[in-house]
């Protein structure tokens, strides 16, 4: 088997990560359209929203990997756009995405909350679907912050889901615009933690 | 939670029980291989072991033939080749050194910007050797080349690409990095910058 590529053909060649950003993207698409049809909203709004929303996390995350590895990329700010898998931060994907998020809930005039609360839920999803592809890239895992520590990535896929799960169960029953951020925020600050 | 809701729940739980599994099995059968010793003792051999090897898979055991693929956790395929001055280099040399094995052509422009990175990595790290494999170019082209940028790392010359067939090289440049048992630790796809390359060498470093 090799381990390097997902799927490998002459000059064709899919890494895991990409595979697995393909494939929990499609699917964080689907559910953000059904989550969009469940909460009463604009569907075609949202699913615009999400694919700016795609965008803008992954220059955040970039970004966020270069403000925080800066001194790697003193004297060399080209350097900056040699993007590769290895080095984006999730940290900055997230935080790019809220603000993005709130500034396309002006444009659109759609409660920012509402908005937050159907994203998370593709977001956490992606999360617990996508930390397994480093269990297959063994660089990746090298360079990340979960390390090779046995267990972890189960242990923060399974965060993640829970994050989900809690989010879907409690949007209902307690009605209250600070349940988001603050299921956003501990469920990032123990990621980090691990 | 609805039928739709519960179902978005349902598929992520599949999911994660499913890459758990998955990834579960593939420990297991990483374990069934022998011991990082054996593998070294395999490995500690030149090109001419390798042959044997696969000269015993043709004629007896098919097992054996898997330890010259290319697959991360393994033994990288050992090669020998010739450098610019008509020597030959194997992989096995740089057994107790990290190797960056980089394949790349002069051709390539994103080789030409990678290379100044790569002689600045290999002078800077004792514990590092980068091994430049040319891939199918004339020797005297790749001669002037070298010479022109001051380049002071080794340069092979993979004349028939067999080497590359092996490592699965699709495009210029792709690296590959070999720890100091000769374990294949990964590959890059692409140019690296130089920070990309001392964030991954500190990331092997602290995995060891």
């Known amino acids: ?194 | 939670m609805n039928k739709k809701v519960l179902a978005i729940v349902l598929v992520a739980v599949v999911l994660v029980a499913g890459l758990f599994y998955l990834t579960a099995f593939r420990d297991d059968k990483n374990e069934d291989i022998p011991s990082e010793s054996s593998i070294s003792d395999n490995v500690d051999g030149n090109v001419e072991n390798n042959e044997e090897i696969v000269e015993g898979h043709e004629e007896h055991d098919h097992e054996h033939y898997i330890e010259t693929d290319i697959e991360i956790g393994k033994p990288a395929p050992d090669f020998t080749l010739l450098n610019l001055d008509g020597e030959e280099v194997s992989l096995s040399d740089y057994r107790g050194q990290y190797v960056l094995i980089n394949f790349w052509a002069t051709s390539c422009k994103y080789c030409d910007i990678e290379m100044p990175d790569l002689d600045r990595l290999d002078e800077e790290n004792d514990d590092l050797i980068v091994l430049a494999v040319n891939v199918m170019e004339e020797k005297s082209l790749v001669e002037n080349y070298i010479k022109e940028g001051g380049y002071k790392f080794p340069v092979v010359l993979d004349e028939d690409g067999k080497v590359a067939i092996t490592y699965l090289v699709s495009s210029f440049p792709t690296s590959y990095f070999v720890d100091k048992e000769g374990i294949l630790l990964g590959g890059v796809p692409g140019m690296m910058t130089y920070a990309q390359m001392n964030q991954l060498l500190d990331g092997i470093r602290g995995d060891e």
């Open chain 1, 1 to 194: 088997m090799n381990s390097i590529s997902f799927f490998s053909y002459k000059s064709i060649n899919i890494s895991y990560f990409m595979a697995f950003a393909l494939f929990s993207g499609i699917l964080s698409y689907i559910i953000s359209s059904i989550l969009a049809k469940e909460y009463k909203m604009d569907k075609s709004k949202i699913q615009d929203i999400y694919m700016i929303l795609l965008i803008v996390g992954f220059i955040g995350a970039r970004l966020g990997y270069v403000l925080m590895n800066f001194n790697l990329f003193k004297g060399k700010l080209l350097s900056i756009l040699s993007l590769s898998h290895y080095n984006l931060s999730l940290l900055g994907g997230a935080v790019s995405g809220i603000l993005a998020l709130a500034i396309l809930s002006r444009k659109y005039k759609m409660e920012f909350n509402n908005l937050l609360s159907i994203f998370v839920i593709p977001f956490y999803f992606s999360i617990t679907i996508s930390i397994w592809v480093l269990k297959f890239d063994y660089l990746m895992l090298m360079s990340s912050s979960i390390g090779k520590r046995e267990n972890v990535i189960l242990l923060v896929s399974v965060m993640f889901l829970l994050a989900m799960i809690l989010q879907l169960y409690l949007e209902n029953k307690v009605k209250n615009k600070y349940i988001t951020p603050i299921i956003l925020v501990v469920v990032m600050a123990l990621y980090y933690v691990i």
